[in-house]
């Protein structure tokens, strides 16, 4: 006969022991690399100490798979987990090789901006704003490296137009896509009129960075949009009466 102990499943390993098996053979491989540089096979260009930042790391990834094995969905604990542990392998790899920050800071961009695109999947709306965001991020940041390393210089190529304000221009795009659906899914008028403000503010910010205009021009620009927000409620509420 089965006692009900039985019948409670194993938890998972701690999250101490987990981090502890990762410090163990983080410490093998910072042992490999010391023993590498002194004997000439690597150069002192290697910071071995950054490989320690690889025990938060690898403690969010195991957060991440655990977190997926538990729900089995890709819900907001993975996504967090997965977002932290790729903010901290960029880190370490730039610590690691060490790479030029005033040419490589573009990749502390990207890395946070692929975290906060990682958000933005999941939920019943599918794409949140998150995703706009930060793919948004991902695109300035991707933008400033290619111009750092000389790869790809949009600077260049969209000559005379300034290529980060299309940056801004994603989450506009973003947050009308998003008004439109939750539009068509019959979401709270609230909602999707705050995503339209957000859109038309974010895209007369967008337009102005990206075509060089007067950035005095914001201002009556905001004061339009209120206006338009402001009837828009009014003439809503009075159809609902």
Known sequence: MDTPSSNVPKPAASSPRRNSAWFGMILILAGIIIFAQQTGWLGPRFNWWALFILIPAFGSLTGAFYAFQASGRFNAAVRNSLGSALILFTLTFMFLLGLDWSVYWPLM???PGLSV???GFGGKE???MAFWIGLGAVYLGVGFLGINT???DLAQRL?????WGIAILIPALGAFVSALLGL???E???NVLGLTIFGLLTAAAGLIGFFSANWTLIGPVLLIVAGIGILVGIFSE???T
């Open 117 to 119: 695109l990682l958000n």
């Open 150 to 152: 000389g790869w790809m």
């Open 184 to 186: 068509l899914r019959g």
């Open 126 to 128: 599918g794409l949140n």
């Open 159 to 163: 000559e005379p137009y300034n290529w």
């Open 188 to 190: 709270k008028f609230g």
């Open 238 to 240: 009075k159809n609902q």
């Open 109 to 111: 961009v990207i890395a």
